[in-house]
């Protein structure tokens, strides 16, 4: 169920900020359908295909739906095919990669530099190339910035991960989720999203987060008694909110709309939706536990 809940918040949180309450008011149901949709279509395609494929199919339903609304108005345009096409093969390669099982094991057959998304995000990164005729001096150009672009987040993260490695294998995990569970006991699930949100906000990046704190919450939640698969899932969404909090993700925004210099208002604007989510998480936690699932 929190699968399904991390892109429907996500969804309604971006309109919110985006629009502000004026727009709110006006689209606000629609915001909220597609929200449900795209949390819905996420689940969905998590239990019956596979999770890496769940966001990015989810969006293309929601904006699929958003899109055909508007046929009548958008119909004097022309749709940008050879711009998508790049995209769409990514996404076809990666059904095929992880989907029918007959196809992905004759494919992991090859070897293991095929296994994995990554593979086909190069391939499709080279169809795109020769769809759009870049020039070697434009690929080589593209490659580099790209490099200058990815070195950094690469290199965070994987310190994001051994550190996470380090904390599980050293016990510091145990032993920290073992405080936790002695101090909350039954409430921990409530307690669960705070420390995902730190994470995100720590480190910018979901997969920062999880890689610090999922051993903690992994612990704690078979400490507690709790559903591994529930807390697992609420920091998986908290961690991926609350990055939106950080410095390095204000910095990006406030960058991409002319807003340099007013990261502060940004964050301002951020901060309730976000808390409305921990919240919600929180009081999930909550039902799910008295519950017993």
Known sequence: MVLGVGPF???????????GAAALRRHGAEAVGL???????????????????????????????????????LRA????LRAMAPYALLLILLVAATGPPALRGAIESLGPALTGPAPWLFVSALGAAALLAVTPAGG????????RQWMP??????????????????????????????????????AAPMFGALGGGLTGSNVGSNALFMPLQVEAAAGTGSSVALIAGIQNVAGSHASFLSPQRLVLAATATGLVGREGEIAKAAVAP???VLLLLAAVGVVASSSGG
């Not at 345009?77 to 940008?80: F, G, M």
């Not at 080589?140 to 490099?147: F, R």
């Open 153 to 190: 987040v690469a290199f965070a993260t994987v310190g994001f991960v051994l550190a996470g490695q380090v904390i599980a294998g050293s016990g510091a995990a145990a032993l920290l989720a073992g405080g936790a569970a002695n101090a909350l006991g039954g409430a921990y699930a409530a």
């Open 140 to 147: 080589a150009e593209a490659a580099t910035a790209t490099a």
């Open 77 to 80: 345009l022309r749709p940008p």
């Open 274 to 276: 976000v808390a409305v």
């Open 35 to 73: 929200g449900i949709l795209a949390g819905a279509a996420t689940l969905g395609i998590s239990v019956l295909l596979v999770p890496e494929l769940s966001g990015a199919l989810a969006a293309a339903v929601a904006a699929g739906v958003f899109l055909v609304r508007r046929r009548r108005r």
């Open 9 to 19: 918040f996500e969804s309604v949180t971006g309109f919110v900020l985006a629009g």
